[in-house]
């Protein structure tokens, strides 16, 4: 299955219009039928959207897709890396190329001097891995808080609610990976 067909599923089985899905998403008609067809897969930043208008969780529209059999991918800097703005003070650069064909998702966040990202709480079962390459941050779960530093990590259930601080007066770096929830 496809990332298109995914969505589309996911939007009739919610007895959805394109039209409303493209309203309620933010993404363009056009975008979101050129996905239902094939013909594009969209960015991160546009399934994230999607996922939140259909009130479900980004990996549940990651499921069931057909994965390459590629055995070693190489993923070199550019200088069209994809960046996304995860909030006004965070940002994160994906590390792998065509990752809707991966069980894992390696993201690189940004976190602005005391900045923070937003809050999330991914489907149960949902795992995440942290590892801090620069910096100092703070990773709120749920009541709690943990402090790392450069060269410690972190594996957590990402189904909890979280999000992460740089209480530093430099830019953090920090690795994640994310998994789907497993099936």
Do not use: W
Request: proline letters at 3%; a positive charge.
């Amino acid at each position: 299955m496809k990332i298109g067909t995914k969505i589309k599923e996911v939007r009739k089985l919610q007895k959805m219009k394109l039209y409303e899905l493209a309203e309620k998403s933010g993404v363009q008609i056009a975008t979101l039928s050129r996905m239902e067809h094939g013909k594009m897969t969209g960015t991160l930043e546009s399934h994230m959207s999607i996922a939140r208008a259909l009130g479900v969780d980004i990996t549940e529209l990651y499921k069931d897709i057909i994965r390459e059999d590629a055995e070693v991918e190489i993923k070199k800097p550019s200088k069209h890396q994809e960046v996304f703005v995860h909030s006004d003070q965070s940002s994160y650069e994906i590390l792998t190329n065509k990752v809707l064909s991966k069980k894992m998702m390696p993201i690189m966040l940004k976190i602005e001097p005391h900045g923070k990202s937003n809050k999330e709480q991914n489907q149960i079962g949902t795992e995440k891995f942290v590892y801090v390459r620069e910096g100092k941050i703070i990773i709120h779960i749920g009541e709690e808080a943990y402090a790392l530093s450069k060269d410690n990590s972190m594996y957590f259930n990402a189904g909890l609610e979280h999000y992460f601080e740089n209480p530093g007066a430099g830019v953090a770096k920090v690795v994640c990976v994310i998994t789907p929830v497993a099936l």
